[in-house]
């Protein structure tokens, strides 16, 4: 069974960075398109951030230009390095297959950002 194990959050202040780092087991990294998700309190849970098998990337509106999602096929894991943190980015970040057919999540990661 595919497994994720997110890794990185905390408290971090507006305009700050951050490094979520995600690793999987079950799996190869470089087979399958991956992405990271967040869910904020009392909303749903969105892609913010993916990445394809040929390396092409995609990022939701909101954090394009100050997120960036990269892949380490040595370590097996998924990475989201977040810069100018804003407080709207508070959330519980996960990271997954794209592949709908695997849907089993992981803890998530909390990062909260301050004012």
């Known amino acids: 069974q595919v497994q994720m194990s997110e890794s990185g959050g905390g408290l971090v202040q507006a305009g700050g960075s951050l490094s979520l780092s995600c690793a999987v087991s079950?799996?190869?990294?470089?087979?399958?398109?991956m992405g990271w998700y967040r869910q904020a309190e009392g909303k749903q849970r969105v892609l913010v951030a993916q990445?394809?098998?040929?390396?092409?990337?995609y990022y939701d509106p909101s954090v394009e230009g100050r997120f960036t999602i990269s892949r380490d096929s040595d370590k097996n894991t998924v990475s989201l390095q977040m810069n100018l943190v804003k407080p709207e980015d508070t959330a519980v970040y996960y990271c997954?297959?794209?592949?709908?057919?695997?849907?089993?999540w992981g803890r998530g990661t909390l990062v909260t950002v301050s004012p």
């Open positions: 997954k297959p794209l592949r709908a057919s695997i849907d089993n």
């Open positions: 079950g799996m190869m990294v470089s087979s399958e398109a």
């Open positions: 990445i394809s098998r040929t390396g092409g990337r």
